[in-house]
């Protein structure tokens, strides 16, 4: 039988969502030797925005313009949420800096460093956010002067109705049109898929088609609107080619899931991460840890079976909530997936959920997971840290709602600014 021999590290990041993708360029870019693995997780769900705080206090829906006051108020009325254990400058240095990877990784986003913008999404409904990738955020502008606008839906392509945006819009934004065409060379086709438009669109013969159809609607419009099917590796030159043919601004809109910007964001960092010297184990799963003192954490990993082991001084656990498998609910608890860490969360299912649905406070369950110290340790018996070197960033950690507050990036990016930094300063 053959021995593997472990791969050494100092740190394993576990877990390929926005947390994990994070920690992983933080730590790289700090000198350290770094191993991630994870499946795709929430991220190739995700609309692409980054939102920082959006929603404080969630029952009383009350929105922020600007984040950063928002975060005030939420630390001071909820001490226990994960911002509350980040430093404000951390998480503008974290966020400028995962913003500079993007860029380099030819994703760029834009934003106002003080405060929110309001985005068209594909509910019709306008909603507060953070940073906007770049092929979306002249759609910000055009929201915000009301431009004339042409939105276009495609005849297959199902949860995108460029009608129903305009019925929602209406008295907000009386200029806005609506044109149902067919996608270039999928005519007749009973159902078109957002991955497989953004793939053809990088060829400029469907940017020659599209451009010609939409152009046939356009009457004028300034800016034209689509759902998020502009390229998926170089969406930059794509939406810039197809603007210039069709001669107006183009954005795109924010859809439902799988979405084409979170495939973006994954193979932009699936792409530069290992430029970093990160040794990055896609579609692997971790699946069983040990620790010994003084050796560290010893993982073993593999697709269906353990079929590496991974020697490693630290971890940052970034395994994501029920989605990205890093908590399962059984009959009665709730769990944690890999170390068996204790869970904070309702002492009766029962109240895992209020009894309506649509109740403005959110759900119990939402704001369960993992109690951690101010260095992001997961805390276990007599609230004293489970390992010294086992940190935890992202939406597994406990105390917050990041649907409900809109905060999903800009927690999972500043919680692992905080954890790398913590398994810097307790000698990592
Ligand atoms: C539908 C949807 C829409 C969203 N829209 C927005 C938005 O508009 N704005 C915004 O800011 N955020 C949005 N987000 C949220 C954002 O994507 C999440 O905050 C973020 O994905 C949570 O990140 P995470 O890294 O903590 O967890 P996840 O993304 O769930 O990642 C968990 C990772 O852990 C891995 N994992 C789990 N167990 C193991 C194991 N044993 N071994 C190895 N790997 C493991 C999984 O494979 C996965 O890679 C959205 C998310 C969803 C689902």
Request: with cysteine; proline share 5%.
């Amino acid at each position: 039988m053959s021995v593997i021999r472990p791969l050494k590290c100092d740190l394993t990041v576990i877990g390929t969502g926005m947390a994990g993708m994070a920690a992983t360029l933080f730590a790289a870019h700090r000198g350290l030797n770094v191993v991630q693995v994870g499946r795709s997780g929430e991220v190739i769900f995700a609309s692409g925005l980054l939102d920082l705080l959006g929603v404080h206090p969630v029952a009383a829906k009350k929105m922020w313009h600007n984040p950063w006051a928002g975060m005030r108020a939420l630390v001071r009325d909820c001490p226990r949420h994960p911002y509350a254990r980040v430093q404000t400058n951390d998480i503008k240095v974290g966020l400028k800096e995962f913003l500079a990877f993007l860029d380099g990784a030819g994703l760029a986003y834009h934003r106002h460093v003080g405060r929110n913008v309001e985005i068209l999404t594909s509910m019709g409904t306008a909603k507060l956010t953070h940073g906007v990738p770049e092929t979306m955020w002249p759609g910000v502008e055009a929201l915000k002067e009301k431009k004339s606008c042409l939105l276009i839906e495609f005849r297959g392509l199902k949860g995108f109705s460029a009608r129903q945006i305009a019925q929602v819009q209406k008295d907000r934004w009386p200029d806005l049109r609506t044109a149902r065409i067919d996608f270039p060379e999928m005519e007749g086709f009973s159902e078109v898929y957002t991955e497989r438009m953004a793939r053809a669109l990088e060829s400029s013969r469907y940017r020659r088609k599209l451009a010609v159809a939409v152009k046939a609607h356009l009457s004028g419009a300034k800016t034209v609107g689509l759902p998020a099917v502009m390229g998926i590796s170089n969406s930059r030159q794509v939406a810039s080619d197809l603007a210039e043919r069709i001669g107006a601004d183009l954005f795109e809109i924010p859809g439902m899931p799988p979405s084409v910007p979170g495939l973006r964001l994954k193979e932009a960092f699936e792409r530069g991460l290992p430029l970093l010297g990160v040794t990055l184990f896609s579609q692997k799963q971790v699946f069983d840890v040990s620790h010994k003192k003084g050796r560290g954490f010893v993982l073993g990993i593999g697709r269906a079976e353990v079929e590496q082991t991974i020697q490693s001084k630290g971890v940052v656990l970034a395994s994501g909530r029920f989605i990205g498998g890093g908590l399962y609910a059984d009959r009665d608890r709730i769990r944690e997936t890999l170390f068996n860490l204790p869970i904070n969360q309702p002492a009766d299912r029962h109240d895992w959920h209020r009894k309506g649905f649509l109740d403005s406070r959110g759900h119990p369950i939402n704001s369960t997971g993992l109690e951690v110290d101010d260095l992001f340790r997961p805390l276990g018996k007599k609230n004293r840290p489970v390992f010294e070197a086992l940190f935890a960033a992202g939406s597994i950690l406990a105390h917050q709602d990041w649907i409900r507050m809109k905060c999903g990036s800009g927690l999972a990016i500043a919680t692992a600014f905080a954890a790398v930094d913590a398994f810097l300063k307790t000698g990592g």
